[in-house]
């Protein structure tokens, strides 16, 4: 039987590894980490202009205007939130629930998050680097992407 000490390692690294990347904040914002400045300084010169972060926040706002009409009520955020909740929740099922009866059992949670350490241990020692779980993370990243164009 596992203990609540391999439970809680067991949900850390599921939620580090198994993060989609979908961002919690939606509204727009300064950027918080490197990869996200890099993301907004388009021109590169280590520094980000309004005209460089005005688009993205106009992306942002246009998700939010259901109707299109330009102008976002907090009935079409709550939509908009919701939607992305349910697919988020689609994609973590289909994920983790290996037998599709709608349930995460134990059982799964263990499976899937062995497998997520195992495609991220790439020496295959048993235990992971700073620098595998960044690799991890590009790897899949760049997989996102790629799934994404292709569609």
Do not use: H, W
Not at 32 to 42: E, G, H, I, N, V
Not at 103 to 130: C, H, I, M, W
Request: glycine share 8%; charged share 30%.
């Amino acid at each position: 039987m596992a203990t609540g000490r391999q439970l809680l390692i067991s949900s850390a690294v599921l939620l580090g590894l198994g993060a989609s990347g979908v961002a919690l904040a939606n509204e727009p914002s300064i950027p918080a980490t490197t990869r996200a400045f890099k993301s907004l300084d388009q021109n590169a010169d280590g520094k980000i202009e309004l005209t460089e972060i005005q688009p993205r926040a106009i992306k942002r706002f246009q998700r939010f205007d259901g109707d299109g009409n330009g102008d976002v009520t907090a009935a079409e955020i709550s939509e908009s939130l919701q939607k992305r909740a349910e697919r988020r929740k689609l994609g973590i099922m289909s994920r983790m629930d290996g037998d599709s009866d709608g349930t995460v059992t134990r059982s799964e949670l263990d499976k899937y998050v062995e497998t997520l350490f195992n495609q991220a241990d790439a020496d295959q020692d048993g235990a992971l680097t700073p620098e595998e779980t960044k690799a991890y993370r590009a790897a899949r990243r760049n997989q996102r992407v790629s799934s994404q164009s292709g569609q």
